[in-house]
């Protein structure tokens, strides 16, 4: 993360580009570009790991729980031969940023791992779009009051 003394980074989405958001412990809302993610894969291949959910005691019930508007006939056709992607986080553990649904497929099915890359610290901070404090997130635009013309 950049320190409040350097410069605001321009950040650039492309229409396409896919990004996740993360709300921590604390109420801290983190926001990855999970797209380019990809695309830093892709400039630096890298070995393709595995994930076991079970080692994790991801279950069905958990992922419901982390994910509840996950559309379960849509994950039911997704490609698991893709691999899901994580970001090392600040405390040690890693974040899921793209894969929810490959990941409900696989744990549906039985599957005992899923193929899976992992970024660099370096990495993760590149694709990191915002971090937003506790309290100063952005506002649902359902909970917005109407604009005057």
Not at 14 to 29: C, E, N, R
Not at 109 to 123: A, K, M
């Amino acid at each position: 993360m950049p320190s409040s003394e350097e410069p605001p980074r321009i950040v650039r989405l492309g229409l396409s580009d896919q990004v996740f958001t993360f709300t921590d412990a604390t109420g801290t809302q983190w926001h990855w570009n999970a797209s380019k993610g990809y695309r830093l894969i892709q400039q630096a291949p890298r070995e393709i790991m595995e994930f076991c959910p079970a080692d994790s005691q991801i279950d069905l019930e958990h992922l419901r729980q982390r994910y509840p508007n996950l559309d379960e006939e849509y994950a039911k056709t997704v490609d698991l031969s893709r691999p899901i992607l994580f970001v090392p986080f600040h405390d040690g553990t890693s974040v899921l940023i793209d894969g929810w649904h490959r990941l409900w497929r696989a744990v549906s099915e039985g599957n005992e791992c899923v193929p899976c890359y992992e970024l660099t610290p370096q990495e993760a901070n590149e694709v990191l779009i915002m971090k937003i404090p506790p309290k100063a997130g952005l506002i649902p635009m359902q909970q917005k009051g109407r604009r005057k013309p």
